[in-house]
């Protein structure tokens, strides 16, 4: 089936520290979206990637979606403790269904 | 403006003892879909529902789970009999059809079968 692999399973920073994940797809995607669940909330939409090399920034997020629209990236730029939680990735391959990553679980220590 | 809205927040119930869990979703999206949560498995569609149709329900785990929508205003969930394996967190989650579709979750149902 289709599948959306997204690395590594966990990250452990340092405060101020940098973060990025990762999300890969064997086949090309229609789009890409980016969702956090914070510990003990349920995941929340970030924002979404439609454009083949689109680039998008929130403050201190930059996503990323690939020239082949096969992977993407979420970068955070000085990791803060409010960052914490599970970032997922969800690549929708058409009939109007996502598939989800299996998350990255981000930690910061201060 | 009501995001999705899941019943019951947290449920407790013994090993062999129906649970329902209910959603309504979003008004005016027309997808549907009840997620499970675990550390061990992570997030995992179980069915998903497209004008109040069942679409995919390939992730259904076996026949004590099944889930309706007799409505585009609500959705249910129903393990029967329950096992202590099914103890997890389960989404609702609903969103509008077609290009770009961002998916809405609600606050979840915790459930602990004992």
């Known amino acids: 089936g289709q599948q959306v692999m997204q690395i590594p399973q966990y990250q452990h920073v340092q405060e101020g520290e940098d973060f990025t994940t990762y999300c890969n797809s064997s086949t090309t995607l229609s789009n890409i979206q980016w969702y956090k669940q914070r510990p003990g909330g349920h995941p929340v939409f970030l924002i979404q990637l439609v454009k083949s090399g689109e680039v998008k920034k929130q403050k201190r997020l930059t996503f990323q979606f690939g020239e082949a629209k096969k992977n993407s990236s979420l970068h955070i730029t000085a990791t803060q403790t409010t960052d914490v939680g599970t970032y997922f990735c969800?690549?929708?391959f058409g009939a109007g269904k996502s598939t989800f990553g299996d998350g990255t679980t981000l930690t910061v220590k201060p | 403006d009501a995001g999705v809205i899941q019943s019951p927040r947290h449920e407790v119930t013994e090993m062999g003892q129906e649970v329902t869990l209910r959603c309504k979703p979003i008004?005016?999206?027309?997808?549907l879909f009840w997620y499970r949560q675990t550390m061990m498995r992570g997030l995992e569609l179980l069915i998903y529902f497209n004008n109040n149709v069942p679409i995919d329900d390939s992730g259904m785990p076996e026949d004590r789970f099944s889930a309706k929508m007799p409505n585009a205003s609500f959705s249910t969930l129903k393990i029967q009999p329950s096992e202590p394996r099914d103890s997890a967190v389960y989404f609702c989650?609903?969103?509008?059809?077609?290009?770009?579709?961002?998916?809405?979750f609600g606050e979840g149902s915790w459930l602990t079968v004992v």
């Open positions: 989650a609903s969103s509008t059809t077609g290009g770009g579709i961002t998916i809405y």
């Open positions: 969800a690549g929708e």
């Open positions: 008004s005016g999206h027309n997808s």
